[in-house]
């Protein structure tokens, strides 16, 4: 059976399989940056038991951002936080930022909803290095066996 054309879907080559893309809705500066390094871009992939996303979050500084995410049971995943000024300092000496790609400094927010309910309660997130990297336990409806 061949899969309905759906505008959210693109086919990996290498595998035959569909690809989900997720639409992701940005405000503040999260919609301003350039070419470059990028402010929002997401991977959302899926096994049987959870949902694991990782977004792109150049420019954020996970102690200075104020950062937080929220899932949602529905799916709906928002992370909201500020990017800091970009200026860089390295040994006591400021450095004066020439070049700008990443976001411009200000509030930021991005959404995006995962192909499925969750259990938000169980939830793992890891911030490192410019990635948000998550894991989120899809929502499953207990099994009571009939004990008769």
Do not use: W
């Not at 992701?24 to 919609?31: D, L, P």
């Amino acid at each position: 059976m061949v899969p309905k054309s759906n505008s959210n879907m693109s086919t990996n080559l290498g595998t035959g399989n569909p690809l989900l893309k997720p639409v992701v809705t940005k405000t503040g500066t999260a919609s301003k940056g350039t070419v470059g390094a990028s402010l929002g871009k997401v991977d959302i992939s899926a096994s049987e038991k959870a949902y694991s996303f990782q977004v792109a979050l150049a420019g954020v500084c996970g102690n200075q951002s104020n950062m937080k995410c929220s899932v949602r049971d529905d799916g709906r995943v928002k992370i909201e936080g500020v990017v800091t000024d970009s200026s860089l300092r390295s040994d006591g000496v400021l450095y004066e930022v020439k070049v700008q790609e990443f976001s411009p400094p200000g509030p930021f927010s991005i959404s995006f909803d995962l192909p499925g309910p969750v259990d938000p309660r169980l939830t793992a997130f890891d911030f490192k290095h410019g990635i948000l990297d998550a894991t989120v336990m899809k929502f499953r409806i207990p099994y009571f066996p009939n004990n008769h």
